[in-house]
């Protein structure tokens, strides 16, 4: 028998946790402790993506809005920034904070974004 619990999942006795999201270390562009939490893509989703890359079509920043499940990311004066929803928010960034999620974008669609331990918690 199989039940869904949210994110849980019961088969017969065994309780699977799906990650949905994979917590992702931006020190490097934002300092210590700064993280990305980034939506998991799915088969479908990865499959789209793709076939827009090689029709010239992909939309980079939308797809970054749209995956970009939760961060701990602050402004230059330290205060904290709102997750982006247009691409207008992303605008406050500075050039390597958006090669960074650009670089996390590629890598989860490559199938290169590690799932991690800390991940489990979300």
């Known amino acids: 028998m199989r039940e869904?619990?949210?994110?849980?999942?019961?088969?017969g006795r065994l309780v699977v946790n799906r990650q949905s999201t994979v917590k992702v270390d931006a020190s490097s562009v934002q300092g210590e402790g700064a993280f990305v939490?980034?939506?998991?893509?799915?088969?479908?989703?990865?499959?789209a993506i793709q076939r827009?890359?090689?029709?010239?079509?992909?939309?980079t920043l939308s797809m970054l809005i749209t995956h970009i499940a939760g961060?701990?990311?602050v402004d230059g004066d330290g205060n904290a920034l709102p997750l982006p929803t247009?691409?207008?928010?992303?605008?406050?960034?500075?050039?390597?904070?958006?090669?960074?999620?650009?670089?996390?974008?590629?890598?989860?669609?490559?199938?290169?974004?590690e799932l991690t331990p800390e991940a489990e918690k979300n």
């Open 71 to 73: 961060w701990n990311w």
């Open 4 to 11: 869904h619990h949210g994110k849980h999942y019961r088969i």
């Open 37 to 47: 939490l980034w939506k998991r893509l799915t088969w479908g989703e990865r499959k």
């Open 86 to 113: 247009c691409e207008a928010d992303l605008e406050v960034l500075y050039d390597e904070e958006i090669t960074f999620l650009a670089d996390v974008a590629t890598k989860a669609l490559s199938g290169r974004l």
């Open 52 to 59: 827009d890359a090689q029709a010239g079509e992909l939309d």
